[in-house]
């Protein structure tokens, strides 16, 4: 299992934690995601290292922005 901590900016709320943590779930291979809105980071543990333009386009689809990791 591999854990990364990615960061994600305008997310402010449940709803938001709630839509980067759909998107992201949705990439293959990912096992779990935490999301906190007051610190903008965002816990994911994958089976295998993930390829970051899929868990930045993840990111985008939900509205957000990731700039890079935690």
């Given at each position: ?45 994958s089976e295998a290292p ?21």
């Amino acid at each position: 299992m591999t854990t990364t901590v990615y960061k994600v900016t305008g997310m402010t709320c449940g709803h938001c934690e709630s839509a980067v943590t759909s998107e992201i779930s949705a990439i293959g291979g990912v096992t779990s995601v935490a999301a906190v809105a007051a610190t903008g980071e965002v816990t994911v543990v994958s089976e295998a290292p993930l390829d970051d333009a899929a868990v930045r386009a993840a990111v985008d689809e939900a509205g957000y922005e990731l700039v890079g990791q935690g």
